[in-house]
Structure formats: structure tokens, C-alpha cells
T-cell receptor
Framework: GQQVQQSPASLVLQEGENAELQCNFS?????MQWFYQRPGGSLVSLFY???GTKQSGRLTSTTVIKERRSSLHISSSQTTDSGTYLC???????????FGLGTRVSVFP | EAAVTQSPRNKVAVTGGKVTLSCNQT?????MYWYRQDTGHGLRLIHY???????EKGDIPDGYKASRPSQENFSLILELATPSQTSVYFC????????????FGPGTRLTVL
């Protein structure tokens, strides 16, 4: 079946530092989605990114479908960025997402 | 902003009891999904639906049933709850032709004793 590998598993940052999170997919995919999971557990969609680069504030997502990978760049990290970042692949549009295990990010002042 | 709500938010059940988790979406999305999240496994798909009256098995359907009585509502049913079903359950909508992005509810924490 489809697999999603995220790296690193965890990351510790000092406020103001940049970070790059990686997501690799074992099979071809149609698209992918990045989520932020708050410490309380709720999931927030950050990017739905079939290909190319998308930016929202200090976050940038880049997906290269042919290479089966996507990255999430956090610039000038803040303590409020702490949480878990999940990526998920879209193999079949109607049949749900396949998730990675996530990258836990901790940002300290 | 897409709106997906779940109830209850927390539930404690006894082994062998019946549990129903409810999900409501106001986005008029055709597709809805149920996932569970466990440490070491991430989120996994249990059941999904293409619209009212339809339910499909996901990757881990054993021990679960689903019901989609209307466009807005999608339920997950545990007929005979077991401790192994202790988990956090998320409902989502979207992902279909009209709305490729999936939007998630806040989650339900279920403990089966």
C-alpha cells in the first residue's frame, strides 16, 4: 500500500530560526495536504498542494509530484508554531488521505 | 471556512457496549470520512462515504459500521466496543470532485474500559 515518510520525527528550534520539514511518498500520488495539529489535538489544514510552491505567511509548501516529495518551510519560527505537522497524500481523490506519522516541532524563546 | 463538528467530544464506554460517534458538516461536501489516530500509527481511514446512503470500507473497518443518513451527517458505530478501540476519532469532509481539500472536525476521544 501507499506509505508516507516524514522527517525529521522531531525538531527543536529557538525562536527566530527557520526549519524545513520533509515528506516522501512511496507511490505515485495525485496531490498532498499539509496539516498542523495543535497540542490539544485539532487539525488545521495548512496547504492543499498538488504541485509547485504555495506560501501563506511564514509557511511555504513545495511539492514535486514526479519526485514523490513535498516540503514545508517555516521561516522565523515563533513559539506559537509548536505542535505537530502532518503530511498526507491523495492517492485516489475519493478514498481518503494516507498520513505520515508527523514531525513534532518545539519552539523555545 | 469549512465547518465540521463532532459529538461527543469525549466518551467513556464499557467493553461490549454500543457506541455511536456523530459528525455533521455544513459545507455541502459529498464525501465524508472517519479516521482514528493512535500513537505510532498516525491517522488511519476507517470508513468513508460518497453521499447520502453510501458507505465504503477504508483501511481498518473491522469492528466498525458507518451510516450516512443525509448529506450533512455521518456516524461511526461500534456495536461491541473493545479496549483496542480506545483512540481519538476524527471526521472529515471534502476530498471529492467539488472540494479536493479535506476539512477535519475537532476529534472525539473515546476510552473503552
Amino acid at each position: 500500500g501507499q506509505q508516507v515518510q516524514q522527517s525529521p520525527a522531531s525538531l527543536v528550534l529557538q525562536e527566530g530560526e527557520n526549519a524545513e520539514l520533509q515528506c516522501n511518498f512511496s507511490t505515485s500520488l495525485n496531490s498532498m495536504q499539509w496539516f498542523y495539529q495543535r497540542p490539544g489535538g485539532s487539525l488545521v489544514s495548512l496547504f492543499y498542494n498538488p504541485s509547485g510552491t504555495k506560501q501563506s505567511g511564514r509557511l511555504t509548501s513545495t511539492t514535486v509530484i514526479k519526485e514523490r516529495r513535498s516540503s514545508l518551510h517555516i521561516s522565523s519560527s515563533q513559539t506559537t508554531d509548536s505542535g505537530t505537522y502532518l503530511c498526507a497524500m491523495v492517492y485516489n481523490y475519493a478514498q481518503g488521505l494516507t498520513f505520515g506519522l508527523g514531525t513534532r516541532v518545539s519552539v523555545f524563546p | 471556512e469549512a465547518a465540521v463538528t463532532q459529538s461527543p467530544r469525549n466518551k467513556v464506554a464499557v467493553t461490549g457496549g454500543k457506541v455511536t460517534l456523530s459528525c455533521n458538516q455544513t459545507n455541502n461536501h459529498n464525501n465524508m470520512y472517519w479516521y482514528r489516530q493512535d500513537t505510532g500509527h498516525g491517522l488511519r481511514l476507517i470508513h468513508y462515504s460518497y453521499g447520502a446512503g453510501s458507505t465504503e470500507k477504508g483501511d481498518i473497518p473491522d469492528g466498525y459500521k458507518a451510516s450516512r443518513p443525509s448529506q450533512e451527517n455521518f456516524s461511526l458505530i461500534l456495536e461491541l466496543a473493545t479496549p483496542s478501540q480506545t483512540s481519538v476519532y476524527f471526521c472529515a469532509s471534502g476530498g471529492g470532485q467539488g472540494a479536493r481539500e479535506q476539512y477535519f472536525g475537532p476529534g472525539t476521544r473515546l476510552t473503552v474500559l
